[in-house]
């Protein structure tokens, strides 16, 4: 199967108990083929019902992030992709950008993918890296900059909207894909993107149903309060209807969301959140990726149903840029 493998010994005894089935998934092989790197806690937006808040400031220093991705290409990993916090903001993008270009000259991964607001990012950095970047995929809620502000990406006198289409035209300009990302929240449930997202003709645009995550942004050691953004799956249905003639469009319900990841915090520690939290391993830095990989809680089935294997190299793409 594509996404993660087990390998097991195959057993002539009786069919296994539980104790017996549990061991043997505790010793099964898993392969990290999708990484989410979340390298940076710190934005620059509040959103308001962001969940991987600013709990830390801690980046590792650039050659241990190396030494840990070179860890995991070894493991089987083909896709990495870089979030945050904001990926931009530390040493104004030539953190991700020289993780970029290290992932697909050094490591030779077939695909490599940023997610970030573009707010920070500037056309010297595609000159630089944008020939290492396959996907770049920017967070954008709504094309009414008011509904911007609401939600927590107004930057002043900068306007959310006006600088996507910028951004699109760099994609265009230096090969690289283009996706967008969108969580569907009380204050934009209703709005009407077919038109605009069209236009952007993004390779994919990821839909999400607002989350909460205890300790993120519910709960009473929370930065973020969500609840007031939080809508129903009815909601999000409707939402999903009333755009389902775009073809990009890939939905991504709560459930789907919460437990088909493959995500790594700011130590390199695996995030399980199928409990509602985000309960971290060890360190794939200390333990190795194999020992940490068994906290993951990774569901491997809704992995592939929700499409997470799919065609994400430029390369593949054949893209009219």
């Not at 493998?5 to 005894?13: C, D, G, H, L, Q």
């Not at 806690?41 to 220093?61: D, E, I, M, W």
């Not at 910028?166 to 204050?187: E, T």
Request: hydrophobic share 35%; proline share 4%.
């Amino acid at each position: 199967l594509p996404g993660w493998r087990r390998v097991s010994a195959p057993s002539p005894a009786a069919p296994a108990g539980p104790r017996q089935e549990q061991e043997e998934l505790d010793d099964a092989s898993l392969t990290p083929t999708s990484v989410n790197y979340h390298f940076t806690r710190q934005c620059n937006y509040k959103c308001g019902f962001c969940f991987h808040t600013a709990k830390t400031s801690f980046v590792l220093p650039l050659e241990e992030a190396k030494r840990g991705l070179e860890m995991l290409q070894k493991a089987g990993m083909e896709k990495i992709n870089f979030s945050g916090g904001e990926p931009f903001l530390q040493d104004r993008g030539e953190f991700v950008g020289k993780l970029v270009q290290f992932c697909k000259q050094e490591l030779k991964l077939p695909s490599v993918s940023i997610v970030s607001n573009g707010s920070l990012i500037r056309e010297r950095w595609f000159k630089k890296y944008g020939e290492y970047l396959d996907i770049l995929a920017i967070s954008c809620d709504s094309f009414d900059e008011n509904v911007n502000v609401l939600i927590g990406r107004g930057q002043g006198k900068k306007n959310h909207v006006e600088n996507l289409h910028k951004l699109r035209q760099w994609c265009r300009d230096y090969a690289v894909a283009f996706k967008i990302n969108s969580v569907i929240n009380r204050f934009n449930v209703e709005e009407d993107m077919n038109e605009q997202i069209v236009a952007l003709n993004p390779v994919r645009w990821k839909v999400f149903q607002c989350l909460l995550i205890e300790g993120e942004n519910t709960g009473e050691d929370a930065l973020r309060e969500a609840e007031k953004f939080v809508i129903s799956d009815e909601d999000f249905e409707q939402f999903l209807d009333r755009h389902k003639d775009v073809s990009c469009l890939v939905p991504e319900s709560n459930q789907k969301m919460r437990d088909s990841y493959l995500i790594l915090d700011e130590y390199m520690r695996f995030l399980n959140c199928t409990n509602g939290r985000k309960e971290p391993s060890k360190s794939i830095l200390d333990v190795g990726v194999e020992a940490a990989i068994k906290f993951s809680g990774f569901d491997e089935k809704m992995f592939l149903k929700r499409g997470g294997k799919y065609v994400w190299s430029k390369a593949d793409m054949k893209l009219d840029w």
